[in-house]
């Protein structure tokens, strides 16, 4: 099948983020009072917008989480992302190949546009995602598991749902893809296979993703 559009998610798909920001997330929850653990984190939040921490915090505990969280840990995982952040290894080759085929690509992410846009910066990847191409949960009322943010990209874009597959890395963003209605490619490089349970393909190097969706 010729897709009409391939919709990446951002953070461990296109850029490597997500061991600098769970690892961070984990290590500032801790200090606020809430133990967690590098891997507590990747289970409950990977592929997560913000909110979600709030809310399983405030289920868990009945306790809310300081007015200022967002932002700290934000400015702690910007810093972070200038010294450490990369692309994930193959992507850029892999955009070159989808380009040169004339594959249509956007990405989607929990993250905010300034997340998703510091990350392009500082990994080079912002000469292949120009702002038409970009969207976020911050665009739409509720992020993944939900199938908003990706029925938005797909209608900003012009192509019906049927028509996209979906690229993502997460338990949660296999849960929207699939919600959406769209075809979903897991990205097990980092989470096993069974938790993205519902993709209806899987590969574990970026070399092996073009073929899959072009």
């Given at each position: 099948m010729r897709y009409d559009?391939?919709i990446?998610?951002n953070?461990g798909v296109?850029?490597d983020?997500?061991?600098?920001?769970?690892?961070?997330?984990?290590g500032?929850?801790?200090?606020l009072?809430?133990?967690t653990?590098?891997?507590d984190s990747l289970r409950d939040?990977?592929?997560?917008a913000?909110?979600r921490?709030?809310?399983?915090i405030?289920?868990?505990?009945g306790?809310?989480?300081?007015?200022?969280?967002?932002?700290?840990?934000?400015?702690?995982v910007?810093?972070a992302?200038?010294r450490?952040?990369?692309?994930?290894?193959?992507?850029v080759?892999?955009?070159?190949?989808?380009?040169?085929?004339?594959?249509?690509?956007c990405v989607?992410?929990?993250g905010s546009h300034r997340?998703?846009?510091v990350?392009?910066?500082?990994?080079?990847l912002e000469?292949?995602?120009?702002?038409e191409?970009i969207?976020?949960?911050?665009?739409?009322g509720?992020?993944?598991?939900a199938?908003?943010?990706?029925?938005?990209?797909?209608?900003a874009m012009?192509?019906?749902p049927?028509?996209?597959v979906v690229?993502?890395?997460?338990a949660?963003?296999?849960?929207?893809g699939v919600?959406?209605?769209?075809?979903?490619?897991?990205?097990a490089?980092?989470?096993p296979?069974?938790r993205?349970?519902?993709a209806?393909?899987?590969f574990f190097?970026?070399?092996?993703l073009?073929?899959?969706?072009?």
């Amino acid at each position: 099948m010729r897709y009409d559009l391939v919709i990446f998610d951002n953070d461990g798909v296109l850029v490597d983020s997500e061991p600098i920001s769970n690892r961070l997330l984990a290590g500032y929850l801790t200090e606020l009072g809430y133990p967690t653990s590098y891997e507590d984190s990747l289970r409950d939040y990977m592929g997560a917008a913000v909110h979600r921490v709030h809310d399983l915090i405030l289920e868990r505990t009945g306790e809310r989480l300081p007015e200022e969280f967002d932002d700290v840990l934000h400015e702690r995982v910007f810093a972070a992302f200038e010294r450490e952040l990369k692309p994930v290894a193959g992507v850029v080759e892999m955009l070159e190949r989808l380009t040169a085929a004339g594959v249509p690509y956007c990405v989607a992410s929990s993250g905010s546009h300034r997340r998703i846009r510091v990350g392009h910066r500082v990994t080079g990847l912002e000469r292949w995602f120009g702002d038409e191409r970009i969207f976020s949960a911050e665009d739409v009322g509720r992020g993944k598991p939900a199938p908003d943010l990706f029925l938005y990209a797909a209608r900003a874009m012009g192509v019906a749902p049927e028509r996209c597959v979906v690229v993502e890395d997460s338990a949660l963003g296999v849960r929207a893809g699939v919600a959406a209605g769209m075809d979903v490619v897991g990205f097990a490089a980092m989470t096993p296979v069974e938790r993205l349970a519902g993709a209806g393909r899987f590969f574990f190097e970026m070399e092996e993703l073009a073929p899959l969706v072009s």
